[in-house]
T-cell receptor, first 116, second 112 residues
Framework: DAGVIQSPRHEVTEMGQEVTLRCKPI?????LFWYRQTMMRGLELLIY????????DSGMPEDRFSAKMPNASFSTLKIQPSEPRDSAVYFC??????????????FGEGSRLTVL | SQQGEEDPQALSIQEGENATMNCSYK?????LQWYRQNSGRGLVHLIL?????REKHSGRLRVTLDTSKKSSSLLITASRAADTASYFC????????????FGRGTSLIVHP
């Protein structure tokens, strides 16, 4: 398996534009996570899915952020409209279930977003 | 809110020395995990230790867990320049959802 695949790796956009980040998890994993990493706040969980269903989106900063998982092999994180404070590295990760808890997370290489 | 916090924030050592990083957390956990992140890359899983375990080894890595003190340590023995990276601990989110929550990490620099 190629691992978790994210695109684009880098995105530079202007304030107010729509941004869509994409993720392909590892086949067979039933959990998918979106994290955001900044120097100020570290690694924050935005939302996670279990079997394609959003379970907890309490980490999503505001209504400008939305995430979908239409099938087991694809997820998107959308920001509309984007703002400079959204500049960060966005990571997608996938995992399989354990009897108690979640197994190790497999991370993609991240999408570095810069909003001017 | 973040559950785990790593200490120190930064660590600089010479190749061949041991590196020890600590993680403290606030509430009871089920699992604690350690990850490594090289500059500009995604996080890579190192070790998972369960709440009923006290110590685990993987190659040059040794992880301990003290649930009474709500703390864990990651020891890298005989460090190499290639170990230069940030190291994160991840604990279950408060409330028992088992979802990993990450600390801010320890930045390790190993000088050749």
């Amino acid at each position: 398996d190629a691992g978790v695949i994210q695109s684009p790796r880098h995105e530079v956009t202007e304030m107010g534009q729509e941004v869509t980040l994409r993720c392909k998890p590892i086949s067979g994993h039933d959990y998918l996570f979106w994290y955001r990493q900044t120097m100020m706040r570290g690694l924050e969980l935005l939302i996670y899915f279990n079997n394609n269903v959003p379970i907890d989106d309490s980490g999503m900063p505001e209504d400008r952020f939305s995430a979908k998982m239409p099938n087991a092999s694809f997820s998107t994180l959308k920001i509309q409209p984007s703002e400079p404070r959204d500049s960060a590295v966005y990571f997608c990760a996938s995992s399989f279930s354990l009897v108690a808890g979640v197994g190790e997370l497999f991370f993609g290489e991240g999408s570095r977003l810069t909003v001017l | 809110s973040q559950q785990g916090e790593e200490d120190p924030q930064a660590l600089s050592i010479q190749e061949g020395e041991n590196a020890t990083m600590n993680c403290s957390y606030k509430t009871s956990i089920n699992n604690l995990q350690w990850y490594r992140q090289n500059s500009g890359r995604g996080l890579v899983h190192l070790i998972l230790i369960r709440s009923n375990e006290r110590e685990k080894h993987s190659g040059r890595l040794r992880v301990t867990l003290d649930t009474s003190k709500k703390s864990s340590s990651l020891l890298i023995t005989a460090s190499r320049a290639a170990d230069t990276a940030s190291y994160f601990c991840a604990t279950d989110r408060p409330g028992g959802s088992y979802i990993p929550t990450f600390g801010r990490g320890t930045s390790l620099i190993v000088h050749p």
